[in-house]
């Protein structure tokens, strides 16, 4: 969780980038987190493209999609796609909407996207669709009116991702960091269940794998080492070199032998901190 208001800015305008850089979030698409200190609150970008979004850019908003400081620049339309999923889901802090070319073809289709491979687990074993045409029949397809939101939201009940009838997805996270995870990997599980589906026959995983591989993915390790890899990824885009500050961070995170336990601390002869003494002992237990 981030100290300040300042270091959620920065992480988040980080997470839009680095989703944009994994061909996820285009032009369009956007990330929300909710504010940790208040959560009848929370932050999204000003309308902007993803890839190009700043700390500055980051606007606080209550649940009714309005914002808190006067805007002097033009909010996303589609806002209350992330308003009405957090006053519906307590649980969920953050959310993605996009319209990854990997998720079209199945809200186009109406075939059902489903977990078919270990990685992809992370999108949870089901995943509703949504209509607007079942509540609101011709609209332009945004998402801009509190009861289409809200309706969304019901679509989504307490599943993490949400398929949009001839428009995108919305997926929804603990956190930012799973909420990326999963955007980035139902995603890639999109692609490989299209590119299955041409072979024959697909065979997803049972709901039993799927929440079994699920939690697996979405533990602090592998989600260090696949933030390593996105945070390096986006650095080299963005012509930042290996001793820019987040690419060190994700680093270290990643070198962890306990990557979601606090860091260590360095001592020579000092008491050795709780979290990494537990740190050691799990590792001797899970090797
Ligand atoms: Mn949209």
Known sequence: MPDTVADLRRELA???????????????GHISVRHPGNPQRYFLSRSRAPGLVEPADIMEYDLDSNPIVPPTTRPYSERVIHGEIFKARPDVNAVCHHHAPAIMPFAISGVPLQPVFHLGAAMGPYAPFWDSRDEFGDTNLLVVKPEEGASLARALGKHSVVVMRRHGATIVGGDLRELVFRTIYSAKNAEHQLAAHMLGHVSPLTEGEAVMAGGLNLAPGPVSRAFEYWVRRLAEREGRGKSDSAVRAAEAAARRPNPGAAPAVKASGAKTSGAANKAKKSRGKKR
Do not use: K, M
């Open 14 to 28: 980080h997470a839009y980038r680095i989703v944009a850089n994994e061909g996820i979030l285009d032009a369009f």
